[in-house]
């Protein structure tokens, strides 16, 4: 059983950056995979970014790429998303989710987070 609680969210202007945290609670964070969704409102869950247990190898959505970056702090029990280059369109509440091994799909991710709101202003 995992807990994950994320945090960070806020409203930025387009440019910006902002720094999004996911503490998991359990002695097992570290045998998951982890992974950032988001959904914008009135559209479906997407895929962000995730990572392998290690840390080692990671993989973020096209959408993303070159501007958000995931890590993870295993001594922490975190996952963070680093989120630079904000667009409007980066608006959506931002989950983080737990699953065996590195993960694409919504499915395939066992425990999941609250989420937390990221607003994006043109």
């Known amino acids: 059983q995992v807990q994950l609680v994320e945090s960070g969210g806020g409203l930025v202007q387009a440019g910006g950056s902002l720094r999004l945290s996911c503490a998991a609670s359990?002695?097992?964070?570290?045998?998951?995979?982890m992974g950032w969704f988001r959904q914008a409102p009135g559209k479906e869950r997407e895929f962000v970014a995730a990572?392998?247990?290690?840390?080692?190898?990671?993989y973020n959505a096209d959408s993303v790429k070159g501007r958000f970056t995931i890590s993870r702090d295993n001594a922490k029990n975190t996952v963070y998303l680093q989120m630079n280059s904000l667009k409007p369109e980066d608006t959506a509440v931002y989950y983080c989710?737990?699953?065996?091994?590195?993960?694409?799909?919504?499915?395939?991710?066992?425990?999941w987070g609250q989420g937390t709101q990221v607003t994006v202003s043109s």
């Open positions: 989710a737990a699953a065996f091994g590195l993960r694409v799909g919504l499915k395939e991710y066992r425990y």
């Open positions: 359990g002695h097992t964070f570290s045998s998951y995979g």
């Open positions: 990572i392998s247990w290690s840390g080692g190898s990671t």
